[in-house]
């Protein structure tokens, strides 16, 4: 987590928190593995880290 962290302030970007990076990041990809067996691609976790760094509206 700290080098997400770290490569956004890298590019003087407002890092996530820690528990961004592991609702957005974390979670979805150990469910996954977990309980679907699957490995995540590299395309997986490029969407995940775009969607990171992708502001959302809160609802």
């Given at each position: 987590?700290?080098?997400?962290?770290?490569?956004?302030?890298a590019?003087?970007?407002?890092?996530?928190?820690?528990?961004?990076?592991?609702?957005?990041?974390?979670?979805?990809?150990m469910y996954?593995?977990?309980?679907?067996c699957?490995?995540?691609?590299?395309?997986?976790?490029?969407?995940?880290?775009?969607?990171?760094?992708?502001?959302?509206?809160?609802?």
């Amino acid at each position: 987590m700290e080098v997400i962290r770290e490569r956004a302030l890298a590019r003087q970007e407002v890092p996530a928190s820690a528990q961004q990076i592991i609702e957005r990041i974390i979670a979805p990809l150990m469910y996954r593995i977990l309980f679907t067996c699957e490995t995540p691609t590299p395309q997986d976790i490029q969407r995940l880290l775009t969607a990171l760094a992708t502001p959302s509206e809160q609802v």
